[in-house]
Nanobody, 118 residues
């Protein structure tokens, strides 16, 4: 069982930047893909972007160049940096880890609240 812990959320003003951190409890495998999702009020949980072991990132179309996902080399930690935050970015941000077969498991963090005041 891998536990994911998000940190860095809170209240910011529109236009501010924020960096979220996700730390996994165990070492990640080369086949693991970690990702950030978010759920804004009234919408389904949606993918922000994902990053693999080698640091290759894929962003969802919603990102619009204001979000950057990165990882710390050799450490099971990823980051989500958000710039020019808008009230529409407010919601709960979740960290996710997908593990390929033979384990074939998926893990979620508890989520962290980001509030953007206008």
């Amino acid at each position: 069982q891998v536990r994911l812990a998000e940190s860095g959320g809170g209240l910011v003003q529109a236009g501010d930047s924020l960096r979220l951190t996700c730390a996994a409890s165990d070492s990640t495998l080369m086949s693991d893909v970690m990702a950030w999702f978010r759920q804004v009020p009234g919408k389904e949980r949606e993918l922000v972007g994902s990053i693999n072991h080698w640091g290759n990132v894929v962003y969802a179309p919603l990102v619009k160049d204001r979000f950057t996902i990165s990882k710390k080399d050799y450490v099971n930690t990823i980051y989500l940096r958000s710039t020019a935050l808008e009230p529409g970015d407010a919601g709960i941000y979740y960290c996710n880890l997908k593990r390929a077969p033979p384990t074939a498991a998926e893990y979620w963090g508890q989520g962290i609240q980001v509030t953007v005041s206008s």
